[in-house]
Nanobody, 113 residues
Framework: QVQLVESGGGLVQPGGSLRLSCATS????????VAWYRQAPGKQREFVAG???????AYADSVKGRFTISRDNGKNTVYLQMNSLKSEDTAVYYC???????WGQGTQVTVSS
């Protein structure tokens, strides 16, 4: 059973930065795309960023230029660097491996002064 474990969330002021990590114990990590989604209170879960097994990236328009997704296959970990955070970025952030359908438990990000 593959597990995805997110970390790095927390409380940050507007304009600040956070780096989220998604670590997996599975050996299939390097051959699968990984993505970050988020869900704010009362809203549907939405795509934030994704990275293919080959390193190709995609971003939601709302985070382009502010967020950067990257992966370290040697550490079975994907990162989401979030800069210039806004209050509307407040949400629970989830890591997913869309191909086999694995999801993490999520990490809370709160942007507030």
């Amino acid at each position: 059973q593959v597990q995805l474990v997110e970390s790095g969330g927390g409380l940050v002021q507007p304009g600040g930065s956070l780096r989220l990590s998604c670590a997996t114990s599975g050996s299939i990590f390097s051959i699968n795309a990984v993505a970050w989604y988020r869900q704010a209170p009362g809203k549907q879960r939405e795509f934030v960023a994704g990275i293919s097994d080959g390193g190709k990236t995609a971003y939601a328009d709302s985070v382009k230029g502010r967020f950067t997704i990257s992966r370290d296959n040697g550490k079975n970990t994907v990162y989401l660097q979030m800069n210039s955070l806004k209050s509307e970025d407040t949400a629970v952030y989830y890591c997913t491996m869309p191909g086999p359908g694995y999801w993490g438990q999520g990490t809370q990000v709160t942007v507030s002064s």
